[in-house]
C-alpha cells in the first residue's frame, strides 16, 4: 500500500525562486494537510483542506498556497521561497469526514527543502 | 489556545532500561490524546491513542495513561530495545470542533546496545 506519498524527497532553492510539493493519497480520505518540521518546535500545521474544495489557513500560511487539485492530490506551493522556509514539509491525511476527535493522521515521508 | 509539553531530549538509554517521556497538555474540553512515533528518514506513525480520561492506550509494549487531573500523557515502557531508537511526538486533537492536532515539540530518544 502506497498510503500517502511526497515528491519531491529533497530540493535545495536559491532565495526568490518558487517551487510546488506534491502530495498524493490513495486511502480515500477526506481530509489533507501540509505541516512543517522544525528543531525544537515540533510540527506546525501551514495549511489543510477538509475535503475537497476547501482549504483553510494553519498556524504558518505566511509564503505558502495550497491547491486540493482532487480528493487525492493536495500541493503546497511556495512563491519565492525565503530562507526562513528551510525545513522538513510533511503532508498527512486523515479520515472519513467525520473528522471525530480519534482522527489519526497517516503521513508522508517528508520533503527536505533547504533555501540558499 | 491548545498546546502540548514534552520532555525535551535527546534520551539516552540502555537496551532493556525503563522509559519514561513526559507529556503534558493544554485544553479545553476532553480531547483525543496521541503519542506518535518517527523513526529515521520516516514520516510520523501513530503509536497508541487515548480519548477519555483514565484510559491507556498500548501499542508494541509502549503504553500511556489519560490523566486529567494532572492534565498528562506519559509515554511508558518496560523495556527499550535498539529499534526503539526514533523520535516521540505527544499529540492531541481538541473536541471544540476544527482540524488541527497539535503536536508537542518531539523527544528523540537513543538505545545503545
Known amino acids: 500500500n502506497a498510503g500517502v506519498t511526497q515528491t519531491p524527497k529533497f530540493q535545495v532553492l536559491k532565495t526568490g525562486q518558487s517551487m510546488t510539493l506534491q502530495c498524493a493519497q490513495d486511502?480515500?480520505?477526506?481530509?489533507m494537510y501540509w505541516y512543517r518540521q522544525d528543531p525544537g518546535m515540533g510540527l506546525r500545521l501551514i495549511y489543510y483542506?477538509?475535503?475537497?474544495?476547501?482549504?483553510d489557513k494553519g498556524e504558518v500560511p505566511n509564503g505558502y498556497n495550497v491547491s486540493r487539485l482532487n480528493k487525492r492530490e493536495f500541493s503546497l506551493r511556495l512563491e519565492s521561497a525565503a530562507p526562513s522556509q528551510t525545513s522538513v514539509y510533511f503532508c498527512?491525511?486523515?479520515?472519513?469526514?467525520?473528522?471525530?476527535?480519534?482522527?489519526?493522521?497517516?503521513f508522508g515521508s517528508g520533503t527536505q527543502l533547504s533555501v540558499l | 489556545g491548545d498546546s502540548v509539553t514534552q520532555m525535551e531530549g535527546p534520551v539516552t538509554l540502555s537496551e532493556e532500561a525503563f522509559l519514561t517521556i513526559n507529556c503534558t497538555y493544554t485544553a479545553t474540553g476532553y480531547p483525543s490524546l496521541f503519542w506518535y512515533v518517527q523513526y529515521p528518514g520516516e514520516g510520523l506513525q501513530l503509536l497508541l491513542k487515548?480519548?477519555?480520561?483514565?484510559d491507556k492506550g498500548s501499542n508494541k509494549g509502549f503504553e500511556a495513561t489519560y490523566r486529567k487531573e494532572t492534565t498528562s500523557f506519559h509515554l511508558e515502557k518496560g523495556s527499550v530495545q535498539v529499534s526503539d531508537s526514533a523520535v516521540y511526538f505527544c499529540?492531541?486533537?481538541?473536541?471544540?470542533?476544527?482540524?488541527?492536532?497539535?503536536f508537542g515539540a518531539g523527544t528523540r530518544l537513543f538505545v545503545k546496545a
Open positions: 487515548a480519548t477519555k480520561a483514565d
Open positions: 486511502m480515500n480520505h477526506n481530509s
Open positions: 499529540a492531541l486533537h481538541g473536541d471544540t470542533g476544527g482540524f488541527k492536532t497539535i
Open positions: 498527512a491525511s486523515s479520515g472519513t469526514g467525520t473528522l471525530g476527535r480519534n482522527e489519526k493522521l497517516f
Open positions: 483542506s477538509a475535503s475537497e474544495g476547501t482549504t
